[in-house]
Structures are given as C-alpha cells and as structure tokens.
T-cell receptor
Framework: LAKTTQPISMDSYEGQEVNITCSHN???????ITWYQQFPSQGPRFIIQ???TKVTNEVASLFIPADRKSSTLSLPRVSLSDTAVYYC?????????????FGKGTMLLVSP | GAGVSQSPSNKVTEKGKDVELRCDPI?????LYWYRQRLGQGLEFLIY????????KSGLPSDRFSAERTGESVSTLTIQRTQQEDSAVYLC?????????????FGDGTRLSIL
C-alpha cells in the first residue's frame, strides 16, 4: 500500500511558482504518480501523471527523483484561479482500487 | 465528448429513507469508481466496476450501501435506510482502462443531505 503524505496547506501570491511535494516511501515498481486538482463543489480533475524524472504539460510540471520516494508538483506563475485542493495519488496495474487513497490533499491558497 | 455526469446534483431526504444516485460515465470507459467525500475530508473509496468482472466492493461501509452497473454504462449507488452520517458528496469517476495508475475522470458529485 503506497500511502502518500502531503502538506495540509500552502499559501502563495499571484505570479509566484508553487511547489507541492508528496512523499510516497512505499511506492511499488509499477506504480505511477498522478496529481489531481479539486475546486469547491466540483469533482477532482486530472492534472499530470508521471513515472520517473520529469513530465511537463501546459498546466504543470512533475519532478520525480531517481528513488521515486517523493514527487513535486510545480505550478508556474500561479493565479487566483489556482486556489484549490491538490491530491497526490500513487497506483499502478498491480494496485488494488481500494488502496487508492486520495487523503486530504494540499489546500493551496493564492492571494493577490 | 461529454464528461462524467451525475444526478441528482443535490438530494435532501429524511433519515430512514432510501436514496438512489446515478452516474453516467464517459462513453467507452471500462472502469467506474464511486467515492464518498465528507466535508473537509479526502475521497473515500466505495466500489469499483471493471467491465463484466465482479465489482470490488471492499470500500462499502455497511450493507445499507449497494451499487450496480450494467455492462460499461450507467451505474447506480443505492443507500437504504439513510442515516445522518451518510451526509456527504458522492463522487463517480471513470477511466478508459483498468489499472490503479489510469487517470480518473470525475463527475461533480451528488451532495446528499440527511435530515
């Protein structure tokens, strides 16, 4: 069971880069790391997924060190609309679905 | 194409009543998940469907909860004899392929309030 640990909350200002780190010490060889974003009154939304090294898309970057025991979601130049809860999820083809735990996520508050 | 659709968006009912929540997954998605999210909390896995395989019901909190899915289409989550602790947002998600690493696509949930 690859449980994850994230900070409960983070504060930032518009235009800054935000890095949210997730610890997953028990990650399995076949597990991927997936990040989701959730706004109030909405379901979580897929942001980015990676297995190792670095992945970048139009929204964010995901950095994964060689030992894969942690990962960092990087949001460049955040805006007020990036205020949301961010979840780190670890799972793979050999993971049971009941073991997929979203946890409480990280509440990111972006201020003007 | 359309995303995951859930109905109703809000449901208020009296304690002891039965409720039925509906989820329409993205067309062609083989996997479907139900979660419960209490206020200020993370998502709690309830049940998982994959094609015609037996569902993984290991997250259902009691025998008052049940769910069905016909093939790779609509799913319904039923809660019998509702209790106040059942008040939560019930979220449905689907993914194109099975596997714990597959990105899930969520609906906006049904907010259930038990009076």
């Amino acid at each position: 069971l690859a449980k994850t640990t994230q900070p409960i909350s983070m504060d930032s200002y518009e235009g800054q880069e935000v890095n949210i780190t997730c610890s997953h010490n028990n990650i399995a060889t076949n597990d991927y790391i997936t990040w989701y974003q959730q706004f109030p009154s909405q379901g979580p939304r897929f942001i980015i997924q990676g297995y190792k090294t670095k992945v970048t898309n139009e929204v964010a970057s995901l950095f994964i060190p060689a030992d894969r025991k942690s990962s960092t979601l990087s949001l460049p130049r955040v805006s007020l609309s990036d205020t949301a809860v961010y979840y780190c999820l670890v799972g793979g083809p050999n993971s049971g679905y009941s073991t997929l735990t979203f946890g409480k996520g990280t509440m990111l508050l972006v201020s003007p | 194409g359309a995303g995951v659709s859930q109905s109703p968006s809000n449901k208020v009912t009296e304690k002891g009543k039965d409720v039925e929540l509906r989820c329409d997954p993205i067309s062609g998605h083989t996997a479907l998940y139900w979660y419960r999210q209490r206020l200020g909390q993370g998502l709690e896995f309830l049940i998982y469907f994959q094609g015609n395989s037996a569902p993984d019901k290991s997250g259902l909190p009691s025998d008052r909860f049940s769910a069905e899915r016909t093939g790779e289409s609509v799913s319904t989550l039923t809660i019998q004899r509702t209790q106040q602790e059942d008040s939560a947002v019930y979220l449905c998600a689907s993914s194109a392929f099975p596997g714990g690493g597959e990105p899930q696509h969520f609906g906006d949930g049904t907010r259930l309030s038990i009076l």
